[in-house]
């Protein structure tokens, strides 16, 4: 079973200068209570690992505003204008990662591989730097894993052994950024008893932590 925190103790395992998946896609599936509690927090220098920059105001677009985040690493920011200020002043790095690219270097942390071949990029802006590996005569870029100190999932039902089903599009980053943080804290949009095994998709051996009390729905 995993151990039910308030907001008090999740801020306890914060530190500056940590690097932090956020689930959600234009924060639908967003940890939001989390996000507040990180902002609450007032850690600084993060380095954040989300679909996208989300909104003025919303999603990690609250830690970006506070002036938390060093560097965001991201598929698209064109949400939250807020990010392209920050990126001109170079008050914010920003690394843009094409979708597909960025779940599979997520899901190959998790998967304990080093990174992921692929074509997207090749003889672009975002081939340089990069090693380029030729197999069976096609030539692909060398993307490496994309792990976390912490991940941050929401849109998930969670049961009391901490094992996760996700409500509908919620899922989205959410069960891969699970397999690859060093600490992993679930805000549940919904608490039940148990979870038939055949719904499970995040198993409760990937979950540290569940926020709990008043904090879930």
């Known amino acids: 079973m995993r151990r039910f925190i308030d907001g008090d103790y999740f801020k306890s395992l914060l530190k ?3 690097s932090i998946h956020v689930g959600g896609f234009l924060t639908n599936g967003s940890p939001e209570v989390l996000i507040d509690l990180v902002v609450e927090s007032n850690v600084k220098d993060l380095t954040i690992i989300c679909n ?3 909104y003025e105001g919303n999603g ?5 505003a506070n002036h938390q985040v060093k560097k965001l690493i991201a598929s698209h920011i064109g949400t939250n204008p807020e990010v392209g200020k920050l990126m001109n002043l170079k008050e914010l790095e920003v690394e843009l990662v094409p979708q597909g690219t960025l779940v599979e270097r997520i ?5 304990g591989l080093g ?3 692929t074509p997207t990029g090749l003889n672009t802006i975002v081939e340089e730097g990069k090693e ?3 197999v069976q005569g096609n030539k692909y870029l060398l993307e490496v894993a994309l792990g976390a100190d912490l ?3 929401g849109g998930a039902v969670s049961d009391n052994y901490g094992n996760l089903k996700y409500k509908e599009t919620m899922r989205n980053f959410n069960p891969i950024m699970a397999t690859a ?8 949009c919904m608490q039940v008893e148990e979870i038939d095994p055949e719904d499970v998709v995040t198993p409760h051996p990937f979950v540290d932590y569940i926020l709990g009390g008043d904090y879930h729905g």
């Open 16 to 18: 500056d200068g940590m």
């Open 52 to 54: 996208d920059g989300g």
């Open 60 to 64: 990690v677009g609250k830690m970006i």
């Open 107 to 111: 899901r190959a942390f998790g998967a």
């Open 115 to 117: 990174g992921v071949l």
């Open 132 to 134: 380029v590996i030729e």
């Open 151 to 153: 991940a941050l999932i």
């Open 181 to 188: 943080a060093n600490l992993v804290v679930v805000e549940p």
